[in-house]
């Protein structure tokens, strides 16, 4: 045992902040926990494939809709949705939609001085009711729900099976990374013009376990006769909560139809 | 050195992976976490090193709290995490340097010392973990027994007062297992405090002199010397760390599926 070892060290820190790594834990955090909540939060009881349906409508119909007022009346439908999450959904949905929203309108907000009103109200109000929509669906489901969703819908069996594996890999490589920037964390001990070099090993060495994560699944693929087919059997039951979500939802989008043809 | 009162901690806040966890552990003492999968001993590993916080309760090292505020200030953290070394139970993501010498060096530099005194604790710890040979080599390019050495050198080269390591056995071959059992036993002779979480009850009775069991509610459900803990096979049946098959012959501990005649 060298002798350094055996004792006990006086260490002055000569500390410099670790802001970015510490950025970097929290947004990794985040992104574990949503996935790891993914369904948790449960904020509905209709079936996924309802919401996943109605929630891409409820966008088109807003995206085509070229009067304010149906924008407005599709900005009501997602607020009321809105009202009725439980608190920490609505903090996080409202956070990620006004966000959204105010990026939008940073984007648009020369359209204004050009003269151009109607693109500085509408476009944004558009903008808060897709990622307000997107946000409701992907709390009110874990992942695998609206994946299952969209097998139900024909989507190509490879489509749903690559969606479903690079949410399982954002969760697997997330949580690699995640340790991997508390390994850095608990290192740096001092300061050194090194440490954002290492972020760039912690890089590097996450690609290199990404290879060899899809190298072996690949393989097991092989191995358990992988023919390209990717089948999720699920049986769809209509219930009343399904008729009411998609009654509120056709209403919605006929009343825009409707402004559309009819207000001119 | 470290004490711990009350402790709970719950991941996204449901999922609940401590309760009430009290525990002491003075200065040179090895120690052994056991427990059965899931009953929250890499969780509290991770607040002994101050990665995760507590949600409730107290956390002191050397009298000082160990909290989300006090952690925030850069110098105290720098400070307790010197003293506090952390082996993940995945080598491999704690090593991100491109070779196996740049990896032992980083803390060593990152505490100011000359490049001498680097150079010296470098050859000195590829020496200790038998890693002489491998000090060009990246790191992802080594086994997973010379993964786990090297980060144990990673480590060890900051010269910290109490080592954690989490579930250091996993994945290492019978022979890796013998040397780090045995090395275990060197660093806390040489006045090292040892804490390791760990399913393998042949090794921890030569690792640790004592042992904390968790049961599945996430809470202590033993905490003594291991031989005294060990020898309790109906508590270790009952939070399902053993099965009915597992009994002792003389000394030895062990578990098969055939019987006796």
């Not at chain 2, 505490?111 to 890693?131: F, K, N, T, Y």
């Amino acid at each position: 045992m060298p002798e350094w070892l055996a004792k006990t060290e006086e260490y002055t820190v000569n500390a410099g902040r670790d802001t970015f790594i510490d950025k970097s834990i929290l947004a990794l955090l985040g992104v574990i926990a949503r996935l790891r909540l993914g369904g948790a939060e449960r904020v509905s009881k209709t079936d996924a494939a309802f919401r996943v349906f109605f929630t891409l409508a409820l966008i088109i119909a807003t995206a085509l809709a070229r009067e304010f007022s149906s924008v407005f009346v599709a900005l009501t439908f997602v607020t009321i949705q809105l009202a009725a999450l439980p608190p920490r959904a609505l903090r996080g949905t409202v956070k990620f939609a006004v966000i959204a929203t105010l990026f939008a309108f940073v984007i648009v907000l020369p359209a204004a001085f050009a003269g151009n009103r109607y693109s500085v109200t509408v476009l944004p109000a558009k903008v808060f009711v897709s990622a307000a929509a997107v946000n409701i669906l992907s709390r009110a489901y874990g992942w695998d729900a609206i994946t299952g969703a969209l097998a139900r819908f024909r989507v190509p069996d490879i489509f749903v099976f690559l969606l479903d594996i690079t949410v399982k890999y954002i969760f697997t490589l997330g949580e690699f990374t995640l340790q991997s920037v508390q390994a850095l964390k608990l290192r740096c001990v001092g300061r050194t013009d090194r440490r954002y070099g290492s972020l760039a090993g912690v890089a590097g060495v996450l690609f290199l376990r990404s290879k060899t994560l899809a190298e072996e699944t690949q393989q097991a693929m092989e191995c358990r006769g992988f023919s390209g087919q990717y089948p999720r059997p699920s049986r769809l039951k209509f219930r009343s909560a399904d008729a009411l979500y998609s009654a509120a939802n056709l209403a919605v989008i006929a009343v825009i139809i409707w402004i559309e043809v009819t207000v001119k | 050195m470290i004490e711990l009162s009350n402790v709970a901690y719950a991941y996204e806040g449901d999922f609940t992976a401590l309760r009430d966890i009290t525990l002491k552990i003075g200065a040179g003492e090895s120690v052994a976490l056991l427990g059965s999968n899931g009953c929250g001993k890499s969780t509290l590993l991770k607040i002994i090193c101050g990665v995760l916080t507590a949600d409730s309760g107290h956390y002191r090292f050397n009298g000082d709290e160990i909290s989300k505020k006090t952690l925030a200030d850069a110098s105290f953290s720098k400070a307790f995490h010197r003293k506090v070394g952390f082996v993940f139970q995945n080598s491999e993501t704690q090593l991100f340097c491109a070779t196996v010498a740049d990896e032992i060096a980083f803390g060593p530099r990152q505490m100011g010392l000359s490049d001498a005194q680097v150079a010296e604790r470098v050859a000195d710890c590829l020496e200790l973990l038998g890693l002489n040979g491998f000090e060009c080599r990246a790191p992802h390019r080594l086994s997973g027994g010379e993964k786990k050495k090297t980060a144990i050198a990673a480590v060890l080269a900051m010269n910290p007062d109490v080592l954690v390591l989490d579930e250091p056995m996993n994945g290492l071959d019978p022979r890796t297992e013998r040397w780090l059992a045995g090395f275990l036993k060197d660093l806390t002779n040489a006045g090292k405090t040892v804490i390791t979480s760990t399913h393998d009850l042949e090794l921890v009775r030569e690792i640790s002199a004592r042992a904390a069991l968790f049961d599945e509610n996430h809470t202590l459900a033993a905490d003594g010397e291991t031989a005294t803990v060990l020898a309790d096979v109906e508590l270790l049946r009952r939070v399902n760390l053993v099965d009915k098959f597992y009994h002792k012959h003389g000394t030895g501990d062990h578990t098969h599926f055939h019987t006796h005649n």
